[in-house]
Nanobody, 123 residues
Framework: QVQLVESGGGLVHPGGSLRLSCAAS????????MGWYRQTPGKERELVAT???????NYASSVKGRFTISRDNAKSTVYLQMNSLKPEDTAVYYC?????????????????WGQGTQVTVSS
């Protein structure tokens, strides 16, 4: 069983900053790619940023230059530093991770999602 727990969401004024964290726990052998997605009511969940185990990053064009994704492999934790926040960044932010777990005599690679954390950018 693997759990992803997010923290760091909240209310911030336009131009402000927030830092999201997501820690994976449970019977983890290793974590591969990790990332952040976001969703607003009535819209599909969209990619915000991803990072490989080796640190290669990918960003949505809407957040490039303002958001920074990073990770601590030893802690199975991914972070999202969000600067220069805009009202259109308001959403529920979800973390995701590809996690390897030991199943019997083998290893299983599966996708896991956190429960989501609300980010509201408003004056």
């Amino acid at each position: 069983q693997v759990q992803l727990v997010e923290s760091g969401g909240g209310l911030v004024h336009p131009g402000g900053s927030l830092r999201l964290s997501c820690a994976a726990s449970g019977s983890i052998f290793s974590t591969d790619a990790m990332g952040w997605y976001r969703q607003t009511p009535g819209k599909e969940r969209e990619l915000v940023a991803t990072i490989t185990r080796g640190g290669i990053t990918n960003y949505a064009s809407s957040v490039k230059g303002r958001f920074t994704i990073s990770r601590d492999n030893a802690k199975s934790t991914v972070y999202l530093q969000m600067n220069s926040l805009k009202p259109e960044d308001t959403a529920v932010y979800y973390c995701t991770a590809k996690v390897r777990t030991i199943v019997g005599a083998g290893i299983s690679l599966d996708d896991y999602w956190g429960q989501g954390t609300q980010v509201t950018v408003s004056s």
